[in-house]
């Protein structure tokens, strides 16, 4: 079976207004602009580069930031949903025999408690958590190393140009999804492999990749089923 790796933020957890929130209470202390939904809305537009030039942050505050965001998003985690019929196409995937992994930006005790709650425990075997902003694509490689995946085994599911630009990077095909954070143009901009608007499309277009690929070595026997996520800090580790 294809072995799925998901992003988080954005694609499985529909946090953006609450980041948004977080990261204007915290403008004052690092110095930069508060965002009004007029500059959200052009910041979905930018790619990671054209973000990180408009950010007013120097970039080496930028570790300090996320982890400061990191430690408020879990303070606000239980006000967080998925996506609508989100949840029911996560189920049906893992049911289908996929395994299926995070790797994200965000704190791996803050996702764990986010799937524990929304009964997506049992979905993915793995949680590759706290990779920097620019980090995504040398630990997807690691992913990679670690369980012994080819790139035509996998595919990578996000909600942000920088998923394409990671994923394009390990050779990987990958699923843009356009209910997160970078809005459909920029995505589209950035040549995924798939573009999907809804979870349904994401489930069909998943299987239709399956059924182009070789079938994947590392899907686990029937019936076989990881009963909780192993918690990696860092896809480093």
Known sequence: MTVLIFDFDGTIAD??????????????YYGYPQTTPERLKYLRT?????????????LFQV???????????????DSIQTFTHLSEVLLRLANDGHPMMIASSNAPSTIGYFLERHGLAQVFSEIYGNIGLLGKARSLRRIMRRHRLLPEEV???????????????????????????????????QGPTFLVD?????????GEFHSSQPQATVAPRQG???KTPSYVPHAAD
């Open 15 to 28: 946090t953006l207004d609450t980041i948004v929130t977080i990261t204007n209470r915290l403008a004052v």
């Open 46 to 58: 930018l790619s990671t580069a054209e973000l990180l030039n408009q950010s007013n942050i120097p």
């Open 63 to 77: 570790p300090f930031l996320m982890r400061r965001v990191r430690r408020e998003l879990r303070n606000d985690i």
């Open 155 to 189: 595919l990578y599911i996000g909600d942000e140009t920088r998923d394409i630009e990671s994923a394009h990077c390990q050779g990987l095909a990958v699923a843009s999804v356009s209910w997160g954070f970078s809005d459909r143009i920029a995505l589209e901009a």
């Open 198 to 206: 809804t979870p349904e499309e994401l489930y069909k277009t998943i």
């Open 224 to 226: 076989e089923r990881v």
